[in-house]
């Protein structure tokens, strides 16, 4: 017994190529964030890091809504942001590149903007970490949009490394700027639904019982249309050729006289 099989067919040669440019890409463009933040953290050895960073509530911390994702505090910060940049930078970039490439700066003055009018008076906030909440919430924010295969599977991976960002957008841990974190996820959701029909859909994939029902139809209409060709017209369709006078006499009461009853 063979039963029909319901896959897609295999991609073609050119959809193939075009997927695998896209990954390349995106992987290429996160390496080189995770670089200039490298390089960034290395040079912070020469200048004080606190002239970048967000100052909640002042003018001067205001700068540092442009500057502050590209400082880190120590290693231990750095190499945790980098991870997340290389893997949800590449799987925003990889699946949605124009609405990850238009929101990026939604993400990036969402992080500044959080620290600087939620932050607590004194502080200081600096970091990725704000621009990885939005990757992420970038990338949930459209499944619910889009709800395509694509946007599902890009959360759920997205969900399984990183899930823990869904909390860390309220206060939870000490020295943890989650105002930045709110304000890059706020960042993210916006882009998400600017941007949602920036990127193609993929083609959905059809299943044998709707295949049977658009063939049924069409041979419905068909049968019908045979149907029209042959038959007679109705009874309504047929011109009238001749019209009853209306004065011929016909149609009218005819009176008997009384009868006599003596």
């Known amino acids: 017994m063979q039963l029909p099989g319901h896959d897609h067919p295999p991609d073609s040669a050119a959809q193939r ?3 695998w440019l896209r990954f390349r890409r995106a992987v290429v ?4 964030s995770v670089a200039v933040l490298a390089v960034v953290h290395l040079a912070q050895a020469g200048f004080d890091a606190r002239l970048f960073a967000v100052g909640p ?9 442009l500057t502050a994702p590209l400082l880190h505090g120590s290693l231990e910060h750095i190499v945790a942001n980098s991870v997340a940049v290389l893997l949800l930078g590449t799987l925003a970039g990889w699946v949605y590149p124009r609405a990850a490439l238009r929101g990026l700066p939604l993400m990036w003055l969402g992080s500044g903007l959080g620290a600087w009018l939620l932050g607590e008076p004194g502080s200081w906030h600096l970091g990725a970490s704000g621009v990885t909440h939005g990757l992420m919430f970038l990338v949930m924010a459209l499944a619910v949009l889009r709800r395509d295969r694509a946007a599902i599977a890009a959360s759920m991976i997205g969900f399984m490394f990183y899930g823990g960002m869904l909390l860390t957008v309220l206060p939870r841990e000490p020295g943890v700027s989650w105002q930045s974190h709110l304000g890059g996820a706020g960042g993210g959701i916006v882009a998400a639904w600017l941007f949602r029909r920036f990127d193609p859909r993929p083609p959905r ?32 369709d047929v011109p009238v050729i001749w019209n009853r006078p209306a004065d011929d006499g016909r149609g009218k009461i005819l009176r008997f006289p009384p009868r006599d009853r003596g």
């Open 29 to 32: 463009a996160s390496a080189l």
């Open 17 to 19: 190529a075009a997927d």
């Open 57 to 65: 509530g002042s003018v001067r911390g205001l700068f540092g809504i």
């Open 205 to 236: 994939k059809r299943y044998s019982w709707e295949l049977e029902e658009e063939q049924a139809a069409l041979e419905a209409a068909r049968a019908e249309a045979e149907r029209a060709q042959y038959e007679a017209s109705a009874a309504d």
